[in-house]
């Protein structure tokens, strides 16, 4: 089961001593608690609402079925192409949800939708409702099917068509929606690695995609059929990209727009569009887990090496240039246009769980786990019905964002949703002798430690207190070794590893860990306490992760942030919002000095904000104040239009309470 899902695919590669392999997230209930609550949403809102919202998808290929089965459509097809890879999500989304809660209702709605697939599809596979019924714009899919493969989009819409094949065939066992993404797939390898009289004149296309997503989506189908061929496609769409194909000009045609610039085992840093480019480095890094070969490694290493230092902000996003949708020079990082899209933020925490998993190097995992709790889940309002598409670290009266119920092209709002049904996938992971927490929520589950089945009860308000208990139950008495991830946020040095974000007061504060009440020494390895001892039921830990208050810099390479700093909680940034401060442009910081408060009413009920001294700047005067900041992911659920801002100026007070300029 954990072997489809990205999040739950990626086995370490052969060449380590010890494999890592992630806990599904279907093994893993959650017991209350921060995803507690965000699961109950997305079931009981997001997806019903995603389905509604994807009734244009489902109109276009009902009307193309009628145009294929030779009937009058009631409308003409939308030669909107990717429209249908929207469509593919949700059904992905909803094949979770049925593994989380069955639902014959929504089964039946799924099984609907893979018949109308099967009347769309192609004797020969091809799957592509624009150009199968005459409806297309040349410009954008080209005149033939594959004949513009570097914007189409044709190859990115079943990419995501197998995501939800594979993932529907696991959730039901029923085959239906596994044999067209097989269909399709098989026909992509003839056309483009072999050979069809159908298609470019016979000879092969041998040209990667434009948009990657094909290629994590064949090491997922390889994964739930067994058949290497998928394995092999995905690695020969790494392998030509950049080699037998290199676009000229600009926007979406230069050669770095889509990663096309250079061989992929060649490339240093990220580049292009920021969602083509992690969901490249994903597929890199499952080829070569899945193969166990190091094909990528040195790139990959490069790249996330580049990312982190260089180029991802404090949020975890990726993408400064809205005319590319991606990424721009190294410290190029502006707040109000910043694009970090949400889709972007999903791939960041598929590529880091991916490097982890490959690596047991729990830096990964904290780059994944702050751009999941930040920019990611900034994209979805707390009520589950409302999305950015993009997510700027700074609102003023000219710059308005207002939260969308949908959007034309609206691949972020069912990508979030997605991920969310897939985060208990992310908490637990085991090797040989290793049990590692990766993600701390309430949640139970149990993992097999040298033929041992231990249980695992873990509760904890995270992310909003650094406390966590785990409750041990392994079924005889286990010699094992428990990984605690201690996050790079409670070292005392930085905010996120890379050197980008350093807390401006580097005090370090201790961590705790207890086993039966008693504190006990444990060794640091990859950023994991690690515990060894022969473990009884009933052993409970307890771990206290510091959570104070911290101001957190910025490389001062990064002019946008100069005089600067954010305000960051445990893995949590904080933004300052209109509702609570007024005009958030007039806000300073003065000190350290600040204090926590839960909120127990209302839209924001459950989180925790922060009160931090400040001062009011407004027509020359100065007025000492109560910034009160809330996390950044809940902001604008108070109404749209709101001033907000991530990083404030920072004042000072000397000796005679003067307030200056820092």
Not at 251 to 264: E, I, K, R, W
Not at 395 to 405: F, G, I, N, V, W
Not at 627 to 652: E, F, K, S
């Amino acid at each position: 089961m954990a072997a489809v899902l990205w999040g739950n695919s990626l086995l370490a590669a052969t060449k380590q001593s010890e494999q890592i392999t992630p806990v599904p997230f279907n093994e893993v209930t959650l017991t209350g608690g921060f995803w507690g609550e965000r699961m109950q949403t997305e079931l009981d809102v997001t997806l019903p609402f995603s389905l509604i919202q994807a009734g244009p998808a489902i109109d276009q290929l009902r009307d193309g079925a009628d145009l294929i089965e030779g009937r009058e459509p009631k409308q003409r097809p939308s030669t909107n192409g990717p429209l249908s890879s929207d469509l593919y999500k949700i059904m992905e989304g909803a094949a979770y949800s049925l593994m989380l809660r069955p639902d014959p209702a929504l089964e039946a709605k799924i099984d609907a939708l893979t018949e109308l697939l099967g009347r769309v599809q192609q004797e020969d596979g091809y799957l592509f409702v624009c150009h199968t019924c005459g409806c297309f714009d040349p410009f954008w899919v080209g005149e033939r099917p594959y004949s513009k493969v570097v914007y189409s989009h044709e190859l990115y819409n079943v990419g995501h068509l197998y995501e939800a094949a594979a993932a529907y065939y696991l959730a039901t066992g029923k085959r239906g929606l596994l044999d067209i993404a097989i269909k399709n797939a098989q026909h992509v390898n003839r056309v483009f690695f072999e050979g069809d009289p159908a298609y470019n004149d016979g000879k092969p296309v041998m040209q990667a995609p434009g948009h990657e997503e094909i290629e994590l989506a064949l090491c997922k189908l390889y994964r739930v059929t067994g058949d290497r061929l998928y394995l092999d496609m995905a690695k020969k769409f790494l392998d030509i990209r950049g080699v037998t194909y290199r676009p000229e000009g600009d926007g979406f045609m230069s050669p770095f727009y889509a990663q096309q610039h250079a061989p992929v085992s060649e490339q240093t840093e990220p580049v292009g569009h920021a969602v083509r480019a992690v969901y490249l480095y994903t597929a890199m890094a499952m080829v070569d887990a899945l193969t166990g070969e190091q094909h990528y490694a040195k790139a990959l290493n490069a790249i996330w090496n580049n990312l982190v230092s260089t180029r991802i902000y404090i949020t975890g996003g990726l993408g400064a240039q809205a005319s590319i949708e991606g990424f721009g020079p190294a410290y190029e990082l502006p707040n109000k246009t910043a694009y970090s899209e949400t889709c972007a933020a999903v791939g960041n925490v598929f590529f880091n769980q991916g490097m982890f998993l490959g690596s047991g190097d729990a830096r990964y995992l904290d780059i994944a786990e702050i751009s999941l709790f930040n920019n990611a889940l900034a994209g979805i309002s707390l009520t589950g019905d409302r999305f950015f598409y993009v997510n700027p670290l700074e609102a003023d009266e000219e710059r308005h964002t207002c939260r969308s119920p949908w959007f034309g092209c609206a691949c972020c709002p069912p990508n979030i949703s997605r991920m969310i049904l897939q985060v208990p996938g992310y908490m637990y992971a085991y090797s040989k002798d290793r049990l590692y927490l990766t993600l701390y929520s309430c949640s139970r589950t149990t993992v097999p430690m040298n033929g041992v089945r231990v249980g695992v009860d873990q509760t904890s308000d995270y992310p909003f207190d650094g406390k966590v208990t785990i409750k041990l139950t392994p079924e005889k008495r286990a010699a094992f070794r428990l990984c605690l991830r201690i996050p790079t946020w409670s070292t005392g040095r930085e905010f996120i590893p890379g050197g980008l974000y350093p807390y401006r007061n580097t005090e370090k504060y201790s961590v705790t860990i207890r086993v039966n009440g008693e504190t006990v020494d444990y060794d640091m390895n990859n950023g994991f306490a690690v515990v060894k001892r022969t473990w009884k039921a009933g052993d409970i830990v307890e771990l206290e992760l510091p959570m104070p208050v911290r101001r957190t810099a910025c490389d001062p390479r990064v002019k946008e942030n100069e005089g600067t700093t954010a305000v960051t909680r445990g893995p949590l940034v904080y933004c300052a919002e209109e509702a609570d401060n007024g005009v958030v442009q007039q806000l300073s910081l003065i000190s350290d000095e600040a204090r926590t408060h839960l909120i127990t009413e209302g839209p924001l009920k459950n989180i925790t904000q922060i009160g931090i001294r400040g001062v009011r700047v407004d027509a020359g005067d100065r007025t000492p104040t109560e910034i009160t900041l809330i996390p950044y992911y809940a902001w604008n659920n108070r109404g749209d239009n709101q001033t907000m801002r991530v990083w404030l100026p920072n004042l000072i007070e000397n000796p005679n309470t003067e307030i200056r300029c820092d």
